[in-house]
């Protein structure tokens, strides 16, 4: 075994780099400034005289008419007879209460913090009581103000909402813009968006410009954006003396915030929420009669036993040890119908251990025993909301579309979807909606009654020192959980089931741990770096809660290692152009590498694919059938990435010939993730293009398309360092990589239905850790294929194939030979097979 010299993989990486800075890379689209009220009146300026538009003071006029104008449309509505209704709707929010308070501080204040339970009308009210009064007071055109949410859906919902407050509608005075999709207008002065889409716009207005009031919600969540914005925005607040920041939370710990921007007052919104009892798992399997049946097969664990053990034992163990042991207990006693699929499943200590069949028990506890009033249930995730939405439709009672109304939210549903979750049923039938844990703060269903809180949710963990990110279901904290409950609360008493013991819930974290300690911090870094924020390390430093050294000196050398930074910690020109795509920074370059070397349109796809979600579904009591129907796509390619493609062309084929929704039925494939592939492919076409690295020919970027090795390197070139080695041994194989040792396929991969792999890595883009490893999807390569596009591995190879290699390099280097790359990679095969 030998090391590789860096130079064989810095000549790839030369290519790159001079294909970049040939390409015209033109950012100016890419962001977005087009929010700036200012820039967007000119049209009333009269064209032919240039001049008139640099005058400022006709640029005054021009917003003082349309001022005028938008305060007779508003005192209009508000007479009107719907206006003056919603009004009185308006009126009875507890915020409109605090209201002339919340104003004054505002004026007073470059900074506010303000709390208040969900539903008391931060979100929709606060925004829009400072629009108005600005309107009012006929200086609505110059405002402009900012509200940032974490997640689509709400920012999507709430503008929705606003704008029907105000008798208009979307587009006009208030706005939304999300990843790949928005609705504002040259009138628009409230714009409601995602957290993420405020950092990309001060990618390139640092100083936002025009912007007067920036609302940051929904901050006790702690999202890495949230926290990031925070410190970016308390950097820029002594540059923009007149800029107003109000950050909002649906929790009582204000203080850690206002501390952080120096002693900020703060103000609470009293609550008007309406009693909800709490029944935890020990009061729920008596009101329903279920029976956790394996507790009794497992000798030792008699039901009433294990809870009064675990009572025994709280004072005398310590908190965390007390969730282990539960856990375990728990997951020892894997409620039946669950333990064989707990076994072979990914998901196997989800909530759903509690049991789909417990959930499905307390449905339909409320739906025969209990009042009207829809029902929210707490899930992990898409999977799980899937798997228990079908096996509720087909029960006799719950699966009866004329007694329960059956919907899920969570955070990639199409827009259309979204809107039935906020609608009544009908009379006598009973609403339930799966909701991920986006439904416990930032989106508001107003008739929910009845709670059910599984009390987990995905979480992304990040370990530092293993440099392993993980996706796994965990405990939420304590407060998640009064939230969660507090949802039932909103329009008269209600009901929650926890399904967990109490004391399970006593063992919860006070709070949620702020994501930017959880996750990778690569993304994170590199905007940092864009955004000239000065050193990394430096920069988060200042964080409210700054990340582990360790986690942020990973990021970097990640950073380095696939070339978006140099060893100074200097912005490259790939680094500066993955900063500008909405996507990881690895598939940013698979990306960058497809148009390069003319393959695009497959690895398009593969980004697109990994960016979304897995389209190809796996529905519990069908997963051999599912299974084989991906496995039609893949052929002998040995790459779940390539399935994926064909699976997309297969359905772009299908959808021509009017056939798409028998295509994805028969094919087990979510249609509706595979329209959210289509969008985002069309929206990394559109920057990779508008920044000059594509041809305007769309067969020139694609004249490599057919090569499938060819694909499968670029796809390595994405997703190293995620390589597993494939272990022959006698007749059976196994998986390893240098981090984990061994690791096992994840069930629906291709690759877990062969014998052997005829290749010797398999390159992945995700690993999830329960109990052991597992590798999702993932694609075979050759030695040739690793040592070429794979950053720097220093196995597997020996010094015979690396003279091999260097007697090509020449011939390499000439990029407009990229197309014989194929020739030498065949040729290089032959010899290391040969060998
Ligand atoms: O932000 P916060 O949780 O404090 O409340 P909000 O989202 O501003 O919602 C205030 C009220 O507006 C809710 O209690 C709902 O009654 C109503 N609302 C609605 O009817 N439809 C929506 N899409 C959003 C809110
Ligand atoms: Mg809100």
């Not at 990309?200 to 969540?221: A, C, Q």
């Not at 020990?282 to 049946?293: A, I, N, Q, S």
């Not at 980004?607 to 796509?633: E, I």
């Amino acid at each position: 075994e030998v090391v590789i010299p860096l130079s064989l993989q810095r000549r790839v990486e030369g290519l790159l780099q001079e294909h970049l800075d040939r390409a015209q890379l033109n950012f100016g689209k890419v962001g977005d400034n087009s929010v700036d009220s200012m820039a967007s009146s000119i049209e009333n300026v009269n064209l032919d005289d240039p001049d008139s538009f640099l005058d400022g003071s006709v640029m005054e006029k021009v917003l003082q008419r349309r001022s005028l104008k938008m305060r007779d449309f508003q005192r209009a509505w508000q007479e009107s007879p719907e206006g003056k209704q919603m009004l009185e709707f308006r009126k009875s929010l507890p915020a409109h209460k605090e209201k002339d308070r919340l104003l004054s501080a505002i004026a007073r204040n470059q900074v506010i913090v303000i709390s208040g339970e969900t539903g008391c009308g931060k979100t929709t009210q606060l925004p829009q009581y400072i629009l108005e009064s600005e309107i009012e007071s006929g200086r609505g055109a110059f405002c402009s103000i900012i509200c940032t949410q974490p997640r689509r859906i709400s920012a999507m919902s709430v503008a929705e909402r606003v704008s029907t407050e105000r008798g208009e509608p979307l587009g006009e005075s208030v706005g939304y813009k999300v990843r790949l999709e928005g609705v504002k207008g040259k009138n628009t002065h409230l714009l409601f968006c995602t957290s993420g889409i405020l950092l990309r716009r001060l990618l390139s207005d640092r100083n936002l410009d025009g912007i007067t009031h920036v609302f940051v919600d929904e901050i006790h969540e702690r999202g890495m954006n949230e926290d990031f914005l925070l410190i970016v925005l308390k950097d820029l607040l002594p540059r923009r003396r007149d800029l107003r920041l109000i950050l909002m939370s649906a929790t009582l710990n204000a203080e850690l915030f206002s501390n952080y921007f120096g002693g900020a007052p703060t103000i609470h919104i009293p609550g008007f929420t309406h009693p909800v009892k709490a029944h935890f798992l020990e009061d729920v399997l008596e009101l329903t009669g279920y029976k956790l049946t394996s507790f009794n097969q497992v000798d030792d664990y008699g039901q009433d036993k294990m809870w009064k053990t675990q009572r025994q034992l709280l004072p005398r163990k310590r908190k965390n040890q007390i969730t282990t042991l539960v856990e375990e207990a728990l997951s020892r006693s894997s409620f039946e119908s669950y333990s064989s699929r707990a076994r072979d499943s990914l998901s196997c200590w989800t909530p759903d251990c509690i049991g789909f069949n417990l959930i499905e028990a307390v449905f339909c506890h409320i739906c025969r025993k209990e009042r009207p009033g829809a029902v929210l249930v707490f899930m992990t995730g898409w999977e799980d909301i899937s798997c228990l939405r079908d096996q509720v439709k087909a029960h006799p009672l719950l699966g009866d579309p004329n007694r329960v109304l059956l919907l899920t939210c969570h955070g990639s549903m199409a827009t259309s979807e979204q809107k039935l979750i906020f609608e009544k049923a009908p009379p006598n039938v009973r609403k339930i909606v799966l909701a991920t844990n986006m439904a416990e703060a930032s989106i508001t269903i107003n008739d929910i009654v009845f709670v059910v809180d599984c009390g987990k949710a995905k979480e992304t963990t990040y370990d530092a020192l293993n440099n392993t990110p993980c996706l796994l279901p965990s405990w939420i904290s304590q407060a998640s959980a009064r939230q969660r409950r507090g949802r039932a609360g909103r329009v008269q008493s209600g009901e929650c089931y926890h399904l967990y013991p109490r004391c399970v819930y006593e063992a919860f974290a006070e709070y949620q741990l702020p994501e930017l300690l959880r996750t990778p911090l690569n993304s994170l870094c590199l905007q940092i770096k864009s955004l000239q924020l000065g050193t990394i390390g430096e920069f988060l430093s200042a964080a409210l809660q700054p990340p582990a050294p360790l986690a942020v000196q990973n990021a970097v050398d990640f950073l380095k290692m696939i070339g978006a930074l140099d060893e100074k910690e200097n912005l490259s020109n790939l680094g500066q152009f993955l900063s500008m795509l909405p996507v990881d920074p690895k598939l940013g370059k698979m990306l960058v590498m497809g148009a390069i070397f003319r393959c695009f349109d497959p690895v398009l796809t593969v980004v697109a694919g990994l960016s979304v979600r897995d389209p190809f579904l796996l529905p519990q009591d069908k997963k051999d059938l599912a299974g084989t129907a991906k496995s039609r796509f893949s052929a002998k390619d040995y790459s779940d990435h390539m399935a994926l493609v064909r699976a997309y062309e297969g359905w772009k084929d299908a959808e021509r010939e009017g056939s798409a929704y028998e295509y994805c039925w028969r094919n087990f494939l979510s249609a509706q993730t595979l329209q959210a592939i289509h969008s985002l492919r069309k929206q990394f076409n559109f920057i990779l293009k508008d920044a000059g690295l594509l041809e305007t020919e769309p067969s020139k970027n694609n004249s490599l398309s057919h090569n499938q090795s060819l694909v499968r390197a670029i796809i390595c070139s994405g997703l190293f360092p995620g390589i597993a080695s494939v272990v022959h041994r006698e007749s059976s194989m196994s998986f390893k990589t240098m981090d984990d040792g061994q690791v096992l396929l994840y069930a629906n991969s291709v690759n877990a239905r062969y014998q052997t792999i005829p290749y010797p890595w398999l390159v992945f883009g995700e690993k999830v850790k329960v109990n052991t490893v597992f590798i999702r999807d993932s694609t075979g390569v050759s030695d040739s294929i690793l040592i070429l596009f794979g950053g720097s591995l220093t196995h597997g190879v020996s010094a015979g194939h690396l003279k091999m290699l260097e007697g090509y390099i020449d011939f390499f280097m000439d990029p407009s030979l990229a197309e014989c790359f194929w020739a030498l990679r065949a040729e290089l095969d032959k010899l290391l097979q040969r060998k």
